[in-house]
């Protein structure tokens, strides 16, 4: 093994290995050394810079940038050819002799930064996939009779008509003029609606079981959860127009099939929004549709979630395979479960009744988000695109990632208040005993959800810390 200047190869490879520039020293190239020690003093103060002094959250909304992911991908590659060109130029300038010893040192070096690489590429390629690269053009609907078609664009909220089916009210029939013309916070929040998705053995097509909207102050983080049942009938949309399905969970369906209607992206969930906008009042600015089967695999890369379960319940574990499923028992107590038996607790119906399961499934997503923090997700960031990429669909648009991010840390999760509608805010029944929604009362009690929550003493709220109980 060579030896000039008083170090060997071996030690003068092994020190650019470490530090790039540290062995051309040694080796009587310090013009060269001092390039290579200045690139990488550059390098070393950026990412104790970052480490220091940029706030854990500004961290994650990078990572959040697919423009900034593939910066860092480069530079990350440029610096593994620093420290090969160094290591290797210190190993043959020292006399070093033979293949092996550098080419075991050009994949020491390249393990590492190739695992960085794929990693970030990765996880681009994920956020890519998953977030909509542009804010989606408004969709319009489109009246159909036998004569003639006429297609307009949907109604800004606050105009919106509330319509009743003919003969499908009891005595207390809502009257259009009732409806409180406007929207009073729908453009200072972020409103995005959340859909869970099953479409299992039996299904003709997926139904939206879960349906709840979170709205979120983007200046405070305030923010409040609402879920409505997906047995709500005698729906319309914005602009007045009744829609032909029995169930709210029926209209992603009807606008998957009228595609031409709401847009050839997420139709279903176009449809959908504009339903819960004519129910709640709100602008609905994006959608998150979640697989529910997928939810589970969620819960899982995080090790489970700990719920206060009141009472005993029975509940189905499927089996994802065969879709065959036996039932468990959940037990009361504080308990922790892993996806599947939380998924088994959310769908349980014996002895129960669909809004006892929104209450638990809006119990599984807020005890969720107390579970979880921007450490837990940046630890498992790439295992959480992994089941977003095959679980999950939005038209979140990717640019507004970054901000997205560091809104969602913003808020406390303890503090979300969370409420449910059930059928008792109905103005009557459609004719096979479906409730319809007594619009203008949900309207006004989402607006004192929002506004003045200590008003609101016409629906339950709670924090998500008492969501379980």
Not at 226 to 255: K, M, Q, S
Not at 328 to 333: C, L, S
Not at 454 to 461: E, G, H, P, R, V
């Amino acid at each position: 093994m060579g030896r000039r200047n008083g170090c060997s190869s071996i030690g003068a490879a092994i020190r650019s290995f470490f530090i790039p520039g540290w062995g051309q020293v040694a080796t009587n190239r310090p013009v060269l050394g001092r390039v290579f020690l200045f690139l990488t003093g550059l390098v070393g103060v950026a990412a104790l810079t970052v480490f220091l002094f940029v706030p854990r959250i500004e961290i994650a909304s990078w990572i959040a940038n697919p423009d900034i992911l593939l910066l860092i991908v480069l530079l990350n590659l440029g610096f593994a050819v620093l420290r090969l060109s160094s290591t290797e130029m210190a190993w043959r300038d020292s006399g070093g002799r033979g293949w092996v010893v550098a080419v075991a040192l050009a994949v020491l070096i390249a393990i590492p930064h190739a695992a960085i690489a794929w990693v970030g590429l990765e996880t681009r390629t994920s956020l890519m996939t998953v977030f909509a690269e542009e804010v989606a053009e408004a969709a319009t609907t489109s009246t159909t009779s036998t004569s003639t078609t006429t297609t307009t664009t949907t109604l800004p909220l606050e105009l919106s008509p509330i319509t009743t089916l003919p003969g499908q009210l009891g005595d207390d029939e809502i009257e259009a003029d009732k409806a409180p013309p406007w929207r009073p916070f729908g453009q200072d929040r972020l409103n995005i609606l959340i859909l869970g998705g099953d479409a299992g053995p039996g299904r003709g097509g997926v139904r939206t079981d879960t349906i709840m909207v979170a709205s979120i102050d983007p200046i405070t983080g305030d923010a409040a959860l609402l879920g409505l049942p997906r047995n709500y009938g005698g729906l319309h949309f914005t602009d007045g127009e009744a829609i032909p399905v029995r169930r709210l969970n029926h209209v992603f369906g009807y606008g998957e099939r009228h595609a031409d209607r709401f847009g050839e992206t997420n139709p279903g969930a176009e449809a959908t929004k504009n339903a819960v906008e004519n129910i709640t009042g709100l602008e609905i600015d994006h959608h998150v549709m979640v697989d529910l089967t997928g939810f589970a695999d969620v819960i899982d890369v995080f090790g489970g979630v700990t719920l206060d379960i009141p009472v005993a319940v029975d509940g189905p574990l499927y089996d994802t395979v065969t879709g065959t499923y036996e039932m468990v028992e959940i037990r009361p107590g504080t308990r922790k479960l892993d996806g599947d038996h939380a998924l088994a607790y959310a769908r349980a119906r014996i002895g129960s009744s669909d809004y006892v399961r929104m209450g638990r499934q809006r119990c599984i997503l807020t005890a969720l988000a107390r579970q979880t923090n921007p450490l837990s997700i940046l630890a498992n960031f790439s295992s959480v695109l992994d089941v977003f990429e095959s679980n999950i669909t939005t038209d979140i648009p990717i640019d507004t990632l970054p901000d997205m991010v560091q809104l969602m840390l913003r808020v406390s999760a303890d503090q979300i208040r969370v409420t449910g509608f059930d059928a008792t805010w109905r103005a009557g029944f459609t004719a096979d005993a479906h409730p319809i929604p007594d619009v203008p009362r949900i309207r006004e009690a989402v607006r004192q959800m929002i506004e003045e929550p200590s008003q609101a003493t016409a629906i339950d709220i709670t924090t998500a810390e008492e969501a379980c109980g």
